[in-house]
């Protein structure tokens, strides 16, 4: 009997043992969004340079005749355009980020689904969007308590309330509380403007710090599962 009984805890053990690999394969589908961010930013340093290089040339060369135009009178459209490039690029980028995210908690709480032959999926949980059920899931229905991970959830509802603004309004917040304001401002590569009321997020370095953020709540949400499963074992 007691053989029998170790047997079925192994086998409960094992049924999780693909949360293991959590953090390998989020790092499969992140690390060529990284590599995109890498050379994206220096495609548009690149433009940057060109048309730097243009500018200088148009005025080395018709800078003494008064009857010409002025360079930013040439090339303004470029320059304006070329100022956006970084945010309209780094905002698209949030999005695909935010969507792989809430894809891959999905199909964390789908799998333990599986592994626990369970009729009630994530799905069926309501919550505040895709995170927010999957995050109810994981604490009421396979029961595990996520408290340790509460500071990095508490991160991650800010970067919902910015993907939110920028999927749903251009990037702006409307009358932001505090708290979400302090955030912005200590991250690096992000500021809120406050006369548009608009986030713009201006470089990579806030991308690839979300990255790290969402991989590091994923696989530690995974984690605790296991360790959950463990110890009820």
């Known amino acids: 009997?007691?053989?029998?009984?170790?047997?079925?805890?192994?086998?409960?053990?094992?049924?999780?043992?693909?949360?293991?690999?959590?953090?390998?394969?989020?790092?499969?589908?992140?690390?060529?969004?990284?590599?995109?961010?890498?050379?994206?930013?220096?495609?548009?340093?690149?433009?940057?340079?060109?048309?730097?290089?243009k500018y200088q040339a148009w005025n080395k060369k018709h800078s003494n005749n008064p009857e010409m135009p002025d360079a930013f009178d040439?090339?303004?459209?470029?320059?304006?355009?070329?100022?956006?490039?970084?945010?309209i690029l780094n905002q698209s980028i949030y999005l695909t980020i935010y969507s792989t995210f809430e894809n891959e908690f999905f199909k964390l709480c789908e799998w333990c689904q599986n592994a626990e032959n369970l009729k009630i999926g994530p799905k069926d949980i309501n919550g505040q969007g895709y995170i927010g059920q999957c995050r109810k899931y994981v604490t009421n229905v396979l029961d595990v308590n996520l408290d340790d991970l509460n500071e990095l959830w508490a991160e991650i509802k800010k970067y919902q309330l910015i993907r939110n603004s920028i999927a749903h309004n251009n990037g702006i917040i409307k009358s932001p509380k505090n708290d979400v304001l302090t955030f912005i401002e200590n991250s690096n590569g992000i500021l809120f403007d406050?006369?548009?009321?608009?986030?713009?997020?201006?470089?990579?370095?806030?991308?690839?710090?979300?990255?790290?953020?969402?991989t590091d709540f994923i696989s530690g949400t995974a984690e605790i599962i296991m360790n959950g499963k463990k110890a009820s074992t």
């Open 194 to 214: 406050i006369k548009k009321s608009q986030v713009k997020i201006e470089s990579i370095d806030f991308l690839k710090t979300l990255i790290d953020k969402l």
């Open 74 to 87: 040439i090339y303004e459209m470029e320059i304006i355009n070329s100022s956006e490039f970084p945010n």
């Open 1 to 53: 009997m007691q053989a029998e009984n170790q047997n079925m805890s192994s086998r409960k053990l094992r049924k999780y043992d693909f949360l293991d690999n959590t953090r390998i394969l989020l790092n499969f589908k992140f690390d060529p969004i990284k590599d995109y961010l890498d050379n994206s930013a220096g495609m548009i340093i690149q433009q940057e340079k060109e048309l730097n290089e």
